[in-house]
Each structure stands twice: as structure tokens, then as C-alpha cells.
């Protein structure tokens, strides 16, 4: 997902600041970030900071942690902070920063897309993947029957990086 994020933003000529595991800087650069911060770093929001002095645009965090207190305090001037995940996540926002940079919170659910924006997001992914874009580094391929193990490998986190594709 957050590559995807990457590229269509970079695509949209957004100067993109990432954060990724180290192992990840490369090629997350490859995909159009302008910088790419460990998101590990104990001082991320203060590297951010650094990176963004006015402020950031909009906020995606894919993770789903939903630190809004740092998203917030990362927001440019009408600023904008996406939620993707976290549907039983309760983080406290802090209204007062987010009113005086007269901000935005929004949710995203894709499952809320009408019939026309799943039609010109398909349309916007198709273009992205006939130019080349959204690219896995890696692809398995297994039987159906492994599907199992699949997903015990999902909530083990080792799939990082990679696309499976089972097969009847």
C-alpha cells in the first residue's frame, strides 16, 4: 500500500517524504520518495519536521498506529491527515492544533467508493501499471492448498515486500 502511495503521489508531483525499515530506503526512493526516514527513528517526527519545516500537505500512514498527535503536529496550514486502517483504533486527536491550522481529518474506505470512483481508480491503476509503475519485487507463486500457510505468513509479517499468487 504504501508504495502504491508513493508512486501515484510522485506521479501527482508531490514532493514525497517516506518513512520505511532501512532495508527499504532504496527502493522506496526508486519509487519516487524524495526522502525516506526509518520509521523506527526515535526522533521521527522531529526528522520529519526537519525535512518539511512548513509543514506537510497531507498525512498517509499506512501502518495503522494513527499517531494524530504527530500528524497533526507534521500539517502544513490547512493541512490534511487520511485515515486508512484502524477501524476499532480510539487515538485521542488533538482538536485545538488541528483548529488553529485549520486542518482536516479524513477517513478512507474503499469499500465506501461509489460504482464511478472505483471505475477511475481502476482506470488510474491500470495507467499506472501500462507505464510500467506499481511493481512487486517479488512474486510467489503456490498451489491453492498452501493458502493456509499464506496467511499464517501475513500476520507473521514475512510477505514485506512480496505478491502471492495462488493457483487452482
Known sequence: ???ALVEFAYRAYARVLATAAPRDHEHVRSLGAAEVVDY???DLAARLERLAP???GVHVDTSGRN???TAVGLLAHRGRVVVLSGARDEPTLPVGPLYVKDGSLRGFAIS???AGELAEAAAAVNDLL???GLRPRTVEHHPLSAAAEI???MERGELH???VVLRP
Open 151 to 153: 496467511h499464517r505468513r
Open 112 to 114: 465506501n467508493a461509489t
Open 1 to 3: 500500500m504504501g508504495g
Open 130 to 132: 501500462a507505464s510500467g
Open 161 to 163: 515486500g512480496r505478491r
Open 40 to 42: 523506527k527513528a526515535p
Open 54 to 56: 512548513s509543514g506537510v
Open 67 to 69: 499517531d494524530l498527535r
